[in-house]
């Protein structure tokens, strides 16, 4: 049933001359989700996220925004969805509050709502303190919680946030997430797009675009259980640098990326960790002049997945 959606995409795409930028996407965000939308640069994001805003029209197929058409109500669409880019766009020679009030006017908020929705929202983000500071003279992680007050000041259905933490420290963007959860958790729609996937498990559902195609689609936990066939395995070593290149012309294995000081594996499909698998892995790293602490078994991360569903769609695409 349509109510359920607040966003729908189906087949959608967007073509520049013969450049494919967007091809033939499809997926639904329900109602309250806090929807992921992750891929590289150039994978197609940013151009979904300019037709689902009314800012560019498809080239085929159809999409719908708080129950709107994106291409027959453009205009309309936009009065529904809040906007949060990376980029700081507020007035940093206004104050927390003052910012507060013009965006509120701008989007038209009733000045009887606005008494009672500006402090609500300096509560919701924690800026209760601020409210008379400039906002250039803000910290960063408290500058991008302002810029999030300020783009859902008008109770907008459906919140798009594109790499909203970047360039944030790590504490700011936990406790950013805390706020999208409460977001979240009032009924509003969020779509966001980060390049942290750490960020990406606080996200009910995400959807991975490669190449200006989605490749997949699906809850974390979903992601990591049915886009992997193969074992995951962590190898400690003492060069993980040059192990990365001998463990990528082993047989054995069907994808290998560093992760911190450690080297994640994935071996071919169908091939289990017994002990001579783990010796064999072992063998061929001590050639290469390598110390090899342990080998094991591991839990695939969500960097693991888009890594391994990256490369697959690579090889698929490849002439």
Not at 135 to 145: E, F, S, T, W
Not at 167 to 183: A, E, K, L, T, Y
Request: glycine share 8%; with cysteine; hydrophobic share 40%.
């Amino acid at each position: 049933m349509t109510e359920n959606w607040s966003v729908t995409v189906d087949h959608l795409s967007r073509h520049f001359g013969s450049f494919k930028a967007v091809d033939e996407v499809s997926f639904k965000v329900r109602k309250g989700e806090i929807f992921g939308f992750l891929g590289p640069n150039g994978s197609g994001k940013s151009t979904t996220i300019r037709m689902l805003c009314g800012l560019l029209l498809p080239t085929s197929g159809t999409g719908t925004v708080a129950g709107l058409d994106i291409t027959t109500q453009a205009e309309a669409v936009k009065g529904r969805i809040g906007y949060m880019s990376q980029r700081f766009s507020l007035y940093t020679d206004l104050t927390v509050v003052q910012n507060l009030e013009f965006w509120s006017t701008l989007y038209r908020v009733p000045p009887e709502d606005r008494k009672t929705r500006i402090p609500d929202f300096i509560r919701l983000v924690q800026l209760t303190g601020f409210e008379d500071r400039l906002a250039g003279d803000l910290p960063g992680g408290i500058r991008q919680r302002l810029a999030l007050a300020c783009s859902m000041v008008h109770n907008p259905a459906v919140l798009f946030l594109d790499e909203p933490t970047g360039g944030v420290d790590p504490v700011s963007r936990r406790n950013f997430w805390s706020i999208i959860d409460q977001v979240s958790a009032r009924g509003t729609t969020v779509f966001v797009t980060t390049h942290f996937l750490d960020e990406a498990e606080y996200c009910h559902t995400i959807g991975l675009i490669h190449n200006s195609k989605l490749i997949a689609l699906g809850s974390p936990a979903e992601l990591k259980s049915d886009s992997m066939k193969s074992v995951s395995v962590e190898i400690l070593c003492s060069d993980p640098v040059s192990g990365l290149d001998s463990l990528g012309r082993n047989p054995l294995v069907s994808d290998v990326s560093l992760f911190g000081l450690s080297l994640h594996a994935m071996l071919q499909e169908g091939t289990v960790l017994t002990d001579d698998i783990r010796m064999a892995l072992t063998e061929s790293l001590e050639q290469d002049g390598q110390n090899v602490r342990s080998v094991s078994q591991i839990v695939p991360s969500l960097e693991d997945v888009f890594i391994h569903l990256i490369e697959q769609n690579r090889k698929e695409t490849v002439p």
